[in-house]
């Protein structure tokens, strides 16, 4: 009837999970803007947490199509996204890709330029190393979150018994040739950052807020660039990142995880049950 209230529509914010379960300590405001009328979704990557996909090539229309993926099986028509680093050009590629499914985009710690592509085709390129000379094994054995300069290895195999036997019996020249080609898949290209040209950026027109980085997998001197071509971009700073230059990288990485992560709230993880779309 014309006396009842009609009940705001439920926001959805999804999130690529940096340690797991975890979202940027920033989207605490949410419930103050929005007054529980919004749910947080925070998701392990394709081969981070507790991800359960086979090793594949990692390709960028791979990684939004699993975005798209999550939402389908949440019944998710539109969301808002974000993430920091890797999941920031998730974050984007979903907005060239799929406009009419995202309302609005939040990328933090931008990543990108010569030390970052190195840096993470290093990792990929050392994991295909060391499984041709010394064994799949020597690879997963070799993993360590504490270490940047590990191998790549799906996070995985480092508590799943027998997620990891799969693994360590794949063919290493099969093994050594996705390494190869998920280099290939993710960093060649005219980027101005990790997977985003000028064009593409160009094309965005969706509402996107930027908030870049402070060291060198995040420079600064990649989020500026980034941030010019999209008429639609505003510019935001994150405190918590602090002072520039530092080396270390922070977050991200290709599994979702590494030293040196945003401060972090527990907010809401969902399970779908069932096969999983990561």
């Not at 979903?94 to 085709?121: H, K, M, Q, T």
């Not at 020597?138 to 270490?147: I, N």
Request: glycine share 10%.
């Amino acid at each position: 009837t014309g006396c009842e209230k009609t009940q705001p529509a439920i926001r959805y914010f999804v999130f690529q999970a940096e340690d797991g379960i975890r979202v940027p300590l920033w989207s605490r405001g949410l419930g103050n803007v929005y007054k529980g009328q919004h749910r947080v979704i925070s998701y392990d990557r394709r081969f981070g947490g507790q991800s359960s996909s086979p090793l594949v090539v990692q390709t960028w229309d791979m990684v939004c199509q699993d975005v798209m993926g999550l939402m389908d099986a949440l019944g998710i028509e539109a969301a808002y996204l974000g993430g920091g680093s890797f999941g920031a050009a998730i974050s984007f590629g979903c907005a060239v890709r799929y406009p009419e499914r995202v309302r609005a985009i939040f990328p933090s710690n931008i990543a990108g330029g010569v030390i970052c592509d190195s840096y993470l085709a290093m990792k990929l390129f050392k994991s295909a190393d060391m499984a041709l000379n010394q064994g799949i094994k020597a690879a997963v054995d070799a993993f360590d979150t504490d270490d940047r300069f590990s191998p790549f290895i799906p996070e995985r195999a480092q508590y799943d018994p027998e997620y990891r036997k799969t693994l360590e019996d794949m063919d290493p020249q099969d093994f050594a040739q996705v390494m190869r080609d998920t280099i290939y898949a993710l960093f060649e290209g005219p980027y101005l950052s990790l997977g985003m040209t000028e064009k593409t950026l160009k094309s965005i027109h969706t509402p996107t807020m930027i908030m870049p980085g402070n060291n060198d997998i995040h420079p600064r001197g990649v989020a500026q660039p980034v941030h010019r071509p999209n008429p639609h971009c505003r510019w935001g700073e994150d405190p918590s990142l602090g002072s520039p230059r530092k080396i270390r990288p922070s977050g991200g990485g290709l599994s979702g995880r590494g030293r040196g992560r945003l401060p972090v709230q527990r907010l809401e993880r969902r399970r779908i049950s069932g096969e999983s779309v990561l």
